[in-house]
């Protein structure tokens, strides 16, 4: 079995700052990309960040020079850096991550139970 556990979301003011983190844990082999999604009120799950085991990332056009994904490896973490937010960035995170639990595991795709951040003043 693996998890995915999130942290770190909250109620922040306009232009204020939070950090995300998501830990895999149970049984992993391997772990290639990670990644955040978020989901709004009415509106489909979107991509906001991702990044794979070999160092490239992908961020939506609405979060970059804001947003910052990074991972600790060692700790099967992900983090994302959340910057001069914005009250539309109001919406539940969702962690993602691609996890073989054994050698000869295919690849499965993992979610974490999400994590409210609210933007607003």
């Known amino acids: 079995q693996v998890q995915l556990v999130e942290s770190g979301g909250g109620l922040v003011q306009p232009g204020g700052s939070l950090r995300l983190s998501c830990a895999a844990s149970?049984?992993?082999?391997?772990?290639?990309?990670m990644g955040w999604y978020r989901q709004a009120p009415g509106k489909q799950r979107e991509l906001v960040a991702t990044?794979?085991?070999?160092?490239?990332?992908t961020y939506a056009n609405s979060v970059k020079g804001r947003f910052t994904i990074s991972r600790d490896n060692a700790k099967n973490t992900v983090y994302l850096q959340m910057n001069s937010l914005k009250p539309e960035d109001t919406a539940v995170y969702y962690c993602?991550?691609?996890?073989?639990?054994?050698?000869?595991?295919?690849?499965?795709?993992?979610w974490g139970q999400g994590t409210q951040v609210t933007v607003s003043s």
């Open positions: 993602n991550a691609d996890i073989r639990s054994t050698w000869h595991d295919p690849w499965a795709d993992y």
């Open positions: 990044l794979n085991s070999g160092g490239s990332t």
């Open positions: 149970g049984s992993i082999f391997s772990i290639n990309a």
